[in-house]
Nanobody
Framework: QVQLAESGGGLVQAGGSLRLSCAAS????????MGWFRQAPGKEREFVAA????????NYADSVKGRFTISRDNTKNTVYLQMNSLKPEDTAVYSC??????????????????WGQGTQVTVSS
C-alpha cells in the first residue's frame, strides 16, 4: 500500500524557515513525480511545488517562487520542501502527493493519485 508521511511542520515567526519532508514507501519512488500542496482553513487546496522523477525539472506556484525550494533524494525515498522567508499567509496544512506520471509537474491536483495526511505549518506575524 502506497504511503506518504509528512514531517517538519510547526510554528515559526514571519521571516523564518522550515523544511518539510515526505517519506514515501511501498512503491518505486524514483519513477514518479512528486508534489506539495497546501490547504488553509476555509480555502481550497492549492498547488505549491512539484518535481519530476529525477529532480531535473521543478514547478512552483507564483506565490512561493523564490522563497520555497522542492528537492528529492531518490536514495532515501524522500521529497523535501525548503521554505524560507515565511509569511503569515503561508499558514496551512501541507501535504505531499504522488504524481500519476513520472515527468508531470503539474499544478492540477487531478494528476496526483496518492496523498499524505499533511503537516501543519503556522506562521505568526
Amino acid at each position: 500500500q502506497v504511503q506518504l508521511a509528512e514531517s517538519g511542520g510547526g510554528l515559526v515567526q514571519a521571516g523564518g524557515s522550515l523544511r518539510l519532508s515526505c517519506a514515501a514507501s511501498s512503491f518505486t519512488f524514483s519513477r514518479y513525480a512528486m508534489g506539495w500542496f497546501r490547504q488553509a482553513p476555509g480555502k481550497e487546496r492549492e498547488f505549491v511545488a512539484a518535481i519530476n522523477w529525477s529532480g531535473s525539472s521543478t514547478n512552483y506556484a507564483d506565490s512561493v517562487k523564490g522563497r520555497f525550494t522542492i528537492s528529492r533524494d531518490n536514495t532515501k525515498n524522500t521529497v523535501y520542501l525548503q521554505m524560507n522567508s515565511l509569511k503569515p499567509e503561508d499558514t496551512a496544512v501541507y501535504s505531499c502527493a504522488r504524481g500519476r506520471l513520472s515527468g508531470s509537474i503539474s499544478y492540477d491536483d487531478r494528476l496526483y493519485d496518492y496523498w499524505g495526511q499533511g503537516t501543519q505549518v503556522t506562521v505568526s506575524s
